[in-house]
């Protein structure tokens, strides 16, 4: 068992984020979740939230200062009215972007050197090894708003200068952790049909918590 860590996690009211809120409490550390709804996350002992939005300095700076983190983790997603990929985008542009830019610039504030980001194959360097037909896909849904965010989210916190980890899992499904297989940042050689399970994220984002593996990394990761 890894020492415990005192983490925030931002997004832990989301579908994955509540189960990385799981796996990091059954793996003792101590969470601290910046949620706008603290009745989004059931009361548990090792688990404090904290009501505000990453939209606000402020706000991260406040649950900052209920617990310095020595990590930050990251689930935000920016919504769309529904699962359909031609659902209409109903965030502003930049959510994850600036969220995340308020977040790194509350850790320097504080000192905390690290943060883990959920992305998605197809972000960045590794969107020219995404097939074709997803790719298609994507320029010709509302998901490539999202998929825009990423790809800044990549870009500035890389150049911020504070270690990161951008687990990328390929298409989300519902389910419980499985064994994951890990791909290189740029995702060469990811099959077309591959998925990752929500729970098999919430296991290799506390794992990237504990250990230094996949510091300045992001990794592709599938079952």
């Known amino acids: ?48 939230t904290v009501t505000g939005t990453p939209m606000s300095k402020d706000d991260v700076r406040k649950a ?81 708003y999202q998929y825009d965010d990423h790809n800044l989210v990549a870009s500035e916190v890389r150049a911020s200068g504070v270690d990161y980890v951008f687990p990328r899992p390929s298409r989300l499904v519902e389910g419980e952790a499985k064994e994951i297989k890990e791909w290189a940042d740029d995702g060469k050689g990811v099959p077309l049909m591959s998925t990752c399970t929500r729970g098999s994220v919430a296991q290799f984002m506390a794992e990237a918590v504990e250990n230094r593996t996949w510091d300045n990394t992001a990794p592709v990761i599938t079952n």
């Open 64 to 144: 900052f200062a209920v617990s310095k983190p020595d990590v930050v983790v990251v689930t935000l997603s920016a919504p769309r009215a529904g699962d359909s990929p031609f659902a209409a985008v109903v965030s502003p542009p930049r959510l994850m972007a600036n969220a995340n830019a308020n977040v790194v610039a509350v850790m320097k504030e504080f000192g905390t050197p690290k943060i883990v980001i959920m992305q998605a194959f197809g972000v960045a360097e590794s969107w020219p090894n995404m097939h074709w037909a997803l790719r298609m896909l994507m320029k010709k849904s509302n998901m490539i």
């Open 1 to 48: 068992m890894s020492t415990s860590k005192r983490v925030l996690i931002v997004g832990g009211s989301g579908r994955t984020g509540k189960l990385v809120v799981d796996e990091l409490l059954a793996r003792d550390h101590e969470v601290t979740a910046l949620v706008r709804k603290p009745d989004s996350l059931e009361a548990r002992p090792h688990l404090s």
